[in-house]
């Protein structure tokens, strides 16, 4: 379906509009810096109640099957009310788990039924999703996950726990790995995939405190605890395959995803102005040419990054190795927002050292974030195992 | 800020086909060949690119060129890199370039169908302090009855040896010009080779002393930084392809060699690295094409902005993969029998001329933050 440009300028100022009428403004208290500090009811609900409006005035999912309760309209619809609300820097939706990651994966796997059961609660947050994945001694070791789930009658059985459960309190389903079988040819084929009811007897979300001081995660516990047998996804021992699918989503490796927001947005430009106002033993920061020489860098590197997205779109200019952009993606941009924010950090002088206070400069902003944008660099499969998938799957070196 | 990239299908055949070209007629034993011949190509392969129409690229089809722009010449120059090759295509489509702009109507008669049919033009604008300030040279010239005296040396004049015509900054009068030198102008011993990094290269040193031109040899106009734009985007276009061959060699050779048992690919100190060469080459080709694109259409500030960023990125990315190149060939790499220093030297001296990284973020600071 071709859509006119007019169509979409026309359509660009009408989002515009109703995200300056529908913000929800300063709620008076700490907003959670992305979906996985979410650690308050009230931080939850405020949130929730937004991601139900935006969804309410036909903003979220826009590209999803109608049928299901998407807008069945083409992506670029979406995409331009994520510009929008990354420019107009509304809050994030919160149920990014459901949006971005299982929900694609339902509607590209999933049966009609876990489609008519499942998207519109995660559309319009009344189902929160939650990722069963990583465990405490299998974090980058994916496949070596030892959750187990045995068969019983028309259940299966979980024991075991799982940890960076984000919004683990609040969530009604977990995608979950888990382990139905010790045999077969290696650790992968042992592997199932649920759609995992939280809400049951034995499954026990306990908070976790992070670096930040905040909470956000938990370690999910489960206890004999029993899920229907047709939460599978696909069958018994193919858990492995859907788990690298929904990593695909996660990682933006492909497209799919309901859209909006999950993180406050904080970019270069943001330390730019950070930059513009500090002072550097009562001069301005910016007189000195090396902070100045830093500062360009940073601007240069965030172009590079949008300039790279725009080149993967365009076939001719990636004949040789076609996904090495799509793969690097979300080690190239959370390396560089840690990196820009140990900056922010150094422009502070001795204030430098201050935490979330209202001494501190933007009250501790860049600390907590700093803090926080390790998430990324970790979340998802650390940079440093993003660094092995791409020399092995993109430049084809020998596994590590 | 834009972020755009316009690909065309002209562009995509032009690339194509000189990728084609360049790894047929440049195999890498044959760049090495060449280093002990005089110049840096032999003629035929010369006429065959002048015969693909690829030095009146940006010559007006009104002077018997293609009428393109600067922006077709991305991807040939592009491919060239790939294979080491060097010929004196890019500085002679700048010196068309800048009689097209800067030159009298005369100046372009005499010289832009010339151009587009093989005769070679080169540039000489660098002297011996260095300086990548094009405007403020210090050779001279000198109204002396209806004649001008130039004095002073230039440096780094490419394929001076095969060039029909030289174009030359000068002081004149206090205002930086350029001048037309026809080679039978120059006497022989003022062109001297000189050592460069970049062995696949021919540079010359220039002495003017005891030459005289007449006025009609002045350029009407000038156009420092459009030559000096239109040199980082092709050194950049040169850079890019450089880059993605040192990255082959590297992954090659990261394959097939075995230490202690082991692919030295699987050791992650050297894929890491390497995964580094291949985000940086990435970005390079990113920004080579979006200041190709904003060549054509942007504002004269974007133009600027982007071709610096293309450059600053291409320099230290280039700089980098070669260095890593020569250290993860062990041994084998600190030998001139090993590929990687053709890659490494020529990451050198593209990365210094036309301003390195730090020179680019220096200007870019005038305009991203003091502007």
Known sequence: MSVSEQELDQFRLEVSTWLRENNPGDPGFLLPESFMEVGTDEQFEYLRNWQRKVYDAGYLGMSWPEEYGGGGKPQVFQDIVSQEMARQRVPFMTNTIGLNWAGPLILQQGTEEDKKKYIKGILNADDIWCQGFSEPDHGSDLGNAQVKATKDGDDYVINGSKIWTSLGSYAKYMILLARTSNEGPNKYAGLSFFLAPMKVEGVNPQPIKKLTSEYGFCQTFFNDARIPANSIMGREGEGWQVAMATLMFERGNVGGQAGGLSMMDINVNDVLELARRSSRNGKPALDDPLIKDQMVQFLIEAKSNALMGTKAKIPALNTERPTAIAMSGKLRGSELKRRFCQFAISLQGANGGRFVSPEAVDGGKWQRIYFNSFSATIGGGTTQVQYNIMGERVLGLPKS | ?371
Not at chain 2, 333 to 340: H, K, P, R, V
């Open chain 2, 1 to 371: 800020m834009s972020t755009q990239i316009s690909f065309t299908e002209e562009q995509s055949m032009l690339l194509d086909t000189a990728m084609d070209f360049c790894s047929k007629n440049s195999p890498i034993n044959l760049v090495r060949s060449r280093i002990e011949e005089a110049q840096s190509l032999p003629s035929d392969l010369w006429s065959s690119m002048v015969a693909l129409g690829w030095a009146g690229i940006t010559v007006p089809e009104s002077h018997g060129g293609l009428g393109l722009g600067v922006t077709d010449l991305v991807p040939v120059v592009e491919a060239m890199g790939r294979n080491l090759m060097a010929s004196p295509l890019v500085w002679s489509a700048i010196s068309a370039n800048t009689l097209q702009q800067a030159g009298s109507d005369e100046q372009k008669s005499a010289w832009l169908s010339k151009i587009a049919n093989g005769a070679v033009a080169t540039m000489a604008l660098i002297e011996s302090d260095g300086s990548w300030q094009l405007s403020n040279p210090t050779c001279t010239g000198s109204l002396e009855q209806n004649l001008i005296s130039l004095s002073g040396t230039k440096c780094f004049v490419q394929d001076a040896g095969l060039a029909e015509l030289v174009l030359v900054s000068i002081q004149l009068e206090n205002q930086p010009r350029l001048i037309l030198l026809e080679r039978s102008a120059i006497p022989e011993q003022a062109l001297q080779r000189e050592v460069v990094i970049d062995e696949t290269r021919r540079c010359y040193s220039l002495t003017l002393d005891g030459i005289k031109i007449t006025p009609a040899q002045v350029l009407p106009g000038t156009c420092f930084d459009e030559i000096e734009q239109t040199a980082m985007l092709l050194l950049s276009a040169e850079i890019a392809g450089g880059h993605a061959s040192t990255l082959n060699l590297i992954v090659e050779y990261l394959k097939t060699r075995k230490q202690f048992d082991q692919y030295i690919g699987s050791y992650q100190a050297l894929k890491h690295p390497t995964v580094d060469v291949l985000i940086g080459l990435e970005a390079t080709r990113a920004h080579l094409y979006h200041a190709a694109t904003v060549f054509e259409t942007g504002s004269p500030s974007e133009k600027e902005t982007s071709v610096r960023m293309l450059k600053a990125v291409a320099s230290e990315g280039f700089a980098f993969a070669g260095d890593r190149a020569i250290q993860f060939h062990g041994g084998f790499g600190f030998t001139y029998e090993c590929d990687a220093q053709l890659f490494l030297r020529r990451a050198i001296f593209c990365q210094h001329q036309f301003g390195d990284e730090t020179h680019q973020r220096a200007c870019l600071a005038n305009t991203l933050i003091d502007g």
